[in-house]
């Protein structure tokens, strides 16, 4: 696949990301103008939950998802607390909801409470909407956490398994999103994968494309399977097809 092919498939598995302190309604409204270009539209956008309505009435008909974070980014908040949390984002017309695993529970051993969370998780959003786990591979230990965190939520059925909340010292990495791919072919499951944070040239994403074609072969390669999560990635994306190369 050369660049050019490349860049236009990564629009297509693009959530379009802005999760920032000092995001506005005005900067949302620039994401959601971004988020159908004149080589395709991106899969999702990706805001914090308050600014959903506003994202849902501009991409009214557009096809593109609406996804939201919860227990953001610590990963700390209750089994209890979160699911408050994703029950307002759906009141508020979220699609997908990215949830942070609780990875330090895990750390501890506690895979009892791990399983309770992502349980009640899956749960919660249904069949209807989209449920990613956010592992922050980064924090994970070793790559046998990595795995083990990732065998979890294939128990637990989530839709996507994503590598970091794009706020931590790691983010990420090739050989992450490695364990996680192979974890999932491993399982025989039709889950997705995500990579997200720190990801801002198409060098970068293509990795992540390529990787997720050998290991899970070209089906892999749809916004079905694959999601890159990034906030500036796009423009690098465009730059390359008009460039031609």
């Given at each position: ?5 490349a860049a ?5 598995c693009?959530?379009l990301?802005s999760?920032?302190d000092k ?5 949302i409204?620039?994401?959601c103008?971004k988020?159908?270009?004149p ?5 999702a956008v990706?805001i914090?939950p308050?600014?959903i ?17 919860v227990?953001f980014?610590?990963?700390k908040?209750?089994i209890e ?15 997908e ?5 609780p990875?330090?529970r895990?750390?501890?051993?506690d895979?009892e409470?791990?399983r309770?969370?992502l349980?009640?998780?899956r749960?919660?959003c249904?069949?209807?909407?989209s449920?990613k ?8 230990e ?8 990732s065998e979890?939520?294939?128990?637990a059925?989530v839709?996507f398994?994503?590598?970091s909340?794009?706020k931590?010292?790691i983010s990420?990495t090739?050989?992450?999103a490695?364990?996680?791919l ?8 039709s889950?997705g ?5 720190g990801i ?6 293509k990795k ?5 074609n050998?290991v899970?072969?070209?089906?892999a390669?749809?916004p079905?399977?694959l ?6 990635l ?11 190369y």
């Open positions: 696949m050369n660049d050019v092919e236009k498939t990564l629009i297509s693009l959530d990301t999760l920032n995001d506005t309604d005005l900067k409204e620039e994401l103008r988020a159908v270009t080589y395709g539209k991106v899969a990706c914090y308050k600014f309505p506003l994202a849902k009435r501009l991409l009214e008909g557009k096809d593109i998802k609406i996804a939201t974070v227990n980014p610590s990963g908040g209750s607390n979160t699911l408050t949390e994703i029950q307002n984002a759906l009141k508020l017309g979220a699609d909801i990215d949830a942070v695993f990875y330090r895990f750390l501890l051993g895979e409470y791990c309770n969370y349980k009640s998780l749960e919660n249904g069949k209807k909407h449920l786990i956010i592992l922050e591979t980064g924090e994970l070793s790559t046998s956490k990595i795995a083990r965190a979890l939520c294939l128990q059925d839709d398994i994503k590598t909340t794009g931590s010292k990420a090739p050989e992450a490695n364990i996680i192979e974890t999932i072919n491993a399982a025989h499951k889950t994968f995500k990579a997200s944070g801002k040239t198409l060098e970068e994403a992540y494309l390529v990787l997720a050998a899970m072969g070209p089906k390669t749809s079905k399977r999601r890159i999560g990034a906030s500036s796009l423009a690098d994306l465009i730059n390359t097809i008009e460039r031609g």
